[in-house]
């Protein structure tokens, strides 16, 4: 992790989209649902998770971080908007070896199509202190969502 040697705050925002071949309340529910959640988000390094998927509730996921084993990661997020279905609004803060990488806001919304759902997937960050470089939430987000691709493409999941 860098060191700080002085505050600031770096902004991105990025936009994933995907094709699913599935109904949008199935790709909604890999969402909504913590075991369908924990199947596709969540990590082997992820040891405790609080999973409250109404608007106010919280989500909170912590554990070893994954790229470096001897810091731990804590993902605390507050869901301010959902409309089964449709879309979810939640922001979150996340931590690593204690320090506040980021705070950042994330629209996901399911629209319908002939062939399944398209998701987008649209995240404001504030980065701060130059804990985490700009670009590897993205690259993250993008792994998750293939992820999630492979999740729906499972008709057990």
Do not use: C
Not at 95 to 123: A, M, N
């Amino acid at each position: 992790m860098t060191q700080v040697t002085e505050r600031s705050i770096a902004y991105d925002t990025f936009v994933i989209e995907r094709d699913f071949p599935v109904a949008p309340s199935r790709a909604f529910q890999a969402f909504a649902d913590q075991k369908a959640k924990a199947d596709w988000f969540g990590g082997p390094t992820t040891s405790k998770v609080q999973f409250d998927f109404r608007v106010g509730g919280q989500e909170i996921m912590s554990g070893a971080e994954p790229h470096n084993p001897e810091d731990d990661f804590r993902f605390v997020a507050t869901y301010h908007d959902i409309v089964d279905d449709e879309r979810i609004i939640y922001s979150y803060e996340m931590y690593v070896g204690g320090k506040k990488l980021s705070v950042s806001q994330t629209t996901i919304t399911f629209e319908p199509t002939d062939e399944g759902t398209h998701l987008t997937f649209t995240e404001y960050g504030a980065y701060l202190d130059g804990l985490e470089p700009i670009g590897l939430r993205e690259t993250g987000s993008i792994e998750l969502m293939d992820s999630l691709g492979e999740y729906l493409a499972n008709p057990a999941g």
